[in-house]
């Protein structure tokens, strides 16, 4: 029993022998590697591939900066064409010291068991580590914008338009461009490396353009469009989108075109929004001789607006026919309302009515402004019938009035005060929108073009002192007043009646147009003032029609007017002065 724990003992104290003798000889090259390479860079790493194993940090650095020049040039490379680059443009340089204390600190993170384990690998597997560069990012980043720039191409967007009818959709073509992040990523590898090997430029393909499906998905889209059209109405404004504005809304890849929508948006905001308006009112005891209504504050709201438009764009593309709505607006309201500065019953906007004149001659633009300068502030009290031509007073140059084109006996002439019909023509259009009873009117004996810009034939009213004239009598509750706003650069003229709603509405009906008839035909007159080969033309063709639309008043149930306004015009002939005097 008693050989036996000795024999065990014995046995025992031999396992622990061979166990400290393996420890020994497996823990001794470990520390003599440790203690060998305590204060020096581990074997198996280099820099730009200058061996650096064994080397203290200084020794490394000294190592480097001797065998290794920093790259003075580059060339970046692509299929067409090659840039030359130097490194001194951007301040290039190599940081010896921080490149060797980054070997040396490769394998020494301060977790031992990583640690170990990257000094083992390093045996079978050496690491070329990149050198500390140091250089300016922004110079840098100037040199590659500018051979960026020498190699773009944009791209264009594909579109669908409409052009005399038909949709015309673009295909679109692919553009290209350096991927600048990329392209910075391997110069600054070349220039970690200490590699002068050319760089081949990295390119990025930006492909917009439709498919063959692609394109005829975008036509058929489009020509949903023809013929259609959207309203957005505010107050008496009224901004339609047409159906070449509703294509351009398209986004030939599917959708909408937001962006051109907010832009559409813009600028109608910017022609209604408005600031809160206090009233103004001063009366001479025979014209308002200053007048400014109250008005609310108005600001788009612009998100609802687009939500409208889409909305509707998309209700036409599912089919439905054009479409119509109120822009919505966020309002204010002034501190004064208007009856507040005066007691004439002046409160509100009764009706508006407009026109323009574009390629209107000078002289006509000028009689225009004055004559509607002229019946601008008039009051008409309850009762009352104002006569435009007693209003307006003598038209000649020695009240101011300059000659422009008139009609007259049969014939278009220069005469004084020409364009005096385009300010009775609008006035006219304003009393049909205000519900006033219109007494005295008479159309024009031809269709003239300044009066259709934008309006069906039958809207004018002509005038000429004392006879014709244009009337009306004022049966509202209080007094009229007329105000004008003349924009002799935009050829264009408002009149606005303020006054007592009674609560009645206005309707006009579309103009019917009968009885065409074709002009005669052209006529030429020899005119011995004018040299003999010149021919002057003094008059302008026009077709004659009879044009009626119904006017329609009505108070609740009550009608107060119920009227048909007719026109016959006159087919008129083009006349032209052919010169016969001997050329001198």
């Known amino acids: ?61 000294k190592e480097l900066s001797q065998k290794i020049s920093p790259v003075q040039d580059m060339k970046l490379v692509n299929s067409e064409q090659v840039f030359d680059i130097r490194t001194k443009d951007f301040d ?36 070329n580590l990149g050198f500390a560069v140091e250089l300016d990012e922004e110079k840098l980043s100037k040199v590659i914008s500018v051979v960026s720039g020498q190699d773009f191409v944009d791209p264009v967007n594909p579109s669908i338009k409409l052009v005399g009818g038909q949709i015309r959709v673009s295909k679109g073509t692919a553009g290209r461009e350096i991927d600048q992040n990329s392209l910075r990523s391997l110069i600054g590898k070349n220039l970690a490396f200490a590699d002068s090997s050319d760089v081949m430029i ?38 339609t989108f047409k159906d070449a504005d509703l294509v351009g809304f398209l986004n030939p890849h599917g959708g909408y075109k937001e962006d051109s929508v907010s832009e559409s948006i813009g600028e109608i905001a910017e022609a209604i929004n408005r600031e809160p308006q206090n009233p103004k009112f001063t009366f001479d005891g025979a014209k308002v001789s200053e007048f400014q209504p109250a008005l609310e504050g108005i600001e788009t709201d612009r998100e609802k607006f687009k939500e409208s438009i889409l909305n509707a764009v998309r209700n036409i593309e599912d089919g439905q026919d054009s479409l119509s709505f109120d822009i919505p607006v966020l309002k204010t309201p002034p501190a004064i309302t208007t009856d507040k500065v005066n007691n004439l019953g002046i409160k509100e906007l009764l009706g508006r009515g407009t026109s323009t004149y574009y390629h209107s001659i000078p002289s006509r633009v000028h009689n225009v402004v004055l004559a509607a300068s002229r019946i601008n502030g008039t009051l008409i009290a309850p009762g009352e019938e104002f006569s435009f031509n007693e209003t307006l007073g003598d038209v000649s140059q020695f009240t101011g009035y300059k000659q422009a084109y008139i009609i007259s006996e049969g014939k278009t002439i220069l005469g004084d005060g020409g364009g005096v019909c385009q300010v009775s023509t609008t006035l006219f259009r304003a009393l049909l929108n205000s519900g006033i009873r219109v007494t005295d009117r008479t159309a024009h004996a031809y269709r003239v073009g300044y009066y259709e810009q934008g309006f069906p034939p039958g809207l004018d009213a002509t005038v000429y002192g004392p006879s014709p004239d244009l009337k009306f009598k004022n049966d509202t509750p209080g007094h009229i007043l007329i105000q004008a706003r003349s924009d002799p650069k935009r050829y264009s003229l408002t009149f606005e009646l303020y006054g007592t709603s009674d609560g009645r509405s ?33 008059d302008y063709k026009a077709w004659g029609a009879k044009v009626t639309f119904t006017y329609k008043v009505v108070r609740g149930d009550e009608i107060l007017i119920n009227r048909t306004f007719t026109s016959n015009y006159r087919p008129w002939q083009a006349i032209y002065l052919r010169g016969t005097a001997p050329a001198i």
């Open 1 to 61: 029993m008693v050989r036996a724990t000795r024999s065990k003992k014995k046995r025992r104290v031999g396992f622990l022998l061979a166990f400290y003798f393996v420890l020994i000889a497996v823990v001794s090259p470990i520390l003599y590697f440790q203690l060998a390479f305590f204060n020096r860079i581990h074997p198996g790493l280099s820099v730009a591939g200058v061996y650096l194993g064994g080397l203290t940090q200084e020794e490394a650095s």
């Open 92 to 127: 290039f340089r190599y940081n010896y010291t921080e490149s060797a204390l980054r070997a040396f600190n490769f394998t020494r993170t301060g977790n031992i068991f990583f640690d170990l384990a990257a000094r083992i690998n390093l045996m079978f597997q050496p690491k």
């Open 202 to 239: 990295p390119i990025k393909v930006n492909d917009p353009s439709l498919s063959d499906l692609g394109l005829s998905v975008a036509k058929a889209r489009g020509e949903k469009f023809i013929g259609k059209n959207i309203s957005a109405k505010f107050e008496y404004e009224t901004f």
């Open 506 to 538: 206005a309707t006009i009906s579309k103009p019917v147009v009968s009885n065409v008839t074709a002009p005669p035909e052209d006529l030429y007159q020899d005119d011995p003032t004018l040299p003999a080969g010149t021919v002057k033309q003094i």
